[in-house]
């Protein structure tokens, strides 16, 4: 018995690139039944996204028919495909139909395209009054900028998260990964789940509307940064956290490591660690205060000793007295990890074609639940690929009416 927290949930998938599609795969991640809704003309945004992955391994360019975005390798898990044109009458039509038997759309078209395409909130809603119906866009549905196009970087951008990143000295610098993107999918992921539940127990659906702007501004602004300025900080902290000395990045004799103090008794502990009892009582270092403002002379202390050890041994020490201490560990030693090893952390891509592709890897699914499964039992597929299973099963359509639409264009 398949006891998926969303088992029997049907999602259809309107979505593109990074935001959307990560967003349906963790629906699909919870057991949800995804299905990816692809133009039968240009097919999917993601299998022709670089970096691409065949038979002769990772490549920028696409060198035959079985070279695959890795893109949809990793987000098309867990989900089944299916071809529609949607802006064909029949292909609307057929659309409409499908939604009857949804309990989810999630779209992350620009705002008003779905309303040009008879595909929006209040028409889905009037056929079928159950269904959570997610927006997902960089401003939102309203506002000035709502008409506005919104890239990864342009979200972390206006919504502050570059004016905070990098070095003092240094330019405005986005996150290493997608952030803005990875965030906002998991801010949609927990709105649809919170529609579905208010469905479940009213019998009303509802329009969920997130951007990627508010996403990433809500995180950033927990922090003070109207006080920044007027305590002589830096908007920049680089590794630091600014309200706790040391929290920084140091430099080992073999790599990076963080370590991270938020007390004054963990002061105390460190200063036995690197073997300067001496420095727990000083009253330049004694105190949270102290320490800050002499934030440049502690870190000068800490990269001193860190300097003569190796990452293990330095993070090991750290570990040891029960302080945060952490390697700044790349892909190769996370591969090689087993705590993402125990964790379920790092699972094979699965190519359609050709199967497990050694080398390259996608995450597992990062909850864990005491009953409930989650992950995913399927590969990524190609468009198209279920079109007899769903428009035959949902839609009740034959052979002949089928190849009628494939040969019409319309699926």
């Known amino acids: ?207 969920v509307d997130v951007a990627m702007v508010d996403s990433v501004f809500s995180l950033v602004y927990d922090e003070p940064l109207e006080c920044y300025a007027e305590l002589g900080l830096s908007d920049r902290q680089g590794n630091r956290v600014s309200r706790v000395s040391p929290f920084n990045a140091y430099r080992s004799a073999d790599g990076w490591l963080i370590i991270g103090l938020v007390s004054d008794a963990h002061w105390r502990l460190l200063c036995s660690v690197i073997e300067q009892p001496e420095l727990a009582d000083d009253s330049d270092f004694a105190t949270a205060s102290a320490r800050l403002i002499n934030n440049t002379r502690v870190d000068e202390i800490l990269s001193a000793w860190t300097a003569d050890r190796g990452t293990e041994q330095a993070v090991g020490a750290v570990q040891a007295a029960g302080l945060v201490g952490a390697a700044v560990n790349n892909i190769a030693a996370i591969r090689k990890s087993p705590q993402f090893k125990a964790r379920g952390m790092i699972e094979d891509v699965v190519h359609p074609t050709l199967g497990v592709v050694p080398g390259v890897g996608a995450a597992g699914f ?19 690929s279920h079109n007899a299973e769903i428009y035959g099963s949902l839609l009740d359509l034959d052979e002949a009416e089928l190849a009628r639409l494939t040969e019409a264009g319309v699926i």
Not at 366 to 384: C, E, H, N, Q
């Open 1 to 207: 018995m398949d006891n998926s927290i969303l088992q029997g949930v049907r999602v259809l998938d309107l979505t593109q690139y990074y935001l959307g599609p990560h967003t349906t795969l963790l629906l699909a991640g919870l057991g949800a039944e995804v299905i990816r809704v692809d133009n039968p003309e240009t097919g999917d945004t993601l299998s022709g996204s670089a970096i691409f992955l065949g038979r002769d391994g990772p490549s920028l360019e696409r060198r035959d028919e079985d070279d695959i975005g890795i893109p949809l390798l990793k987000r098309g898990r867990g989900k089944k495909a299916i071809t529609l044109n949607l802006k064909a009458d029949e292909g609307q039509r057929l659309f409409l139909e499908l939604v009857d038997k949804a309990d989810v759309v999630v779209e992350n078209f620009s705002v008003g395209v779905a309303a040009r395409l008879g595909i929006d909130f209040e028409t889905l809603h009037a056929r079928n009054p159950k269904l959570v119906y997610a927006s997902l866009t960089g401003y939102g549905q309203t506002g000035p900028d709502a008409g506005l196009k919104c890239f990864d970087p342009a979200a972390q951008a206006v919504s502050g998260l570059m004016a905070i990143t990098g070095h003092p000295d240094g330019p405005p610098t986005k996150a290493g990964s997608g952030l803005a993107d990875s965030i906002t999918s998991v801010y949609a992921f927990s709105g649809i789940l919170a529609a579905l539940f208010h469905a479940e127990r009213t019998g009303q659906g509802q329009h």
């Open 366 to 384: 990062p909850i864990k639940f005491s009953v409930s499964k989650t992950g995913y039992d399927t590969p990524a597929v190609l468009p198209g």
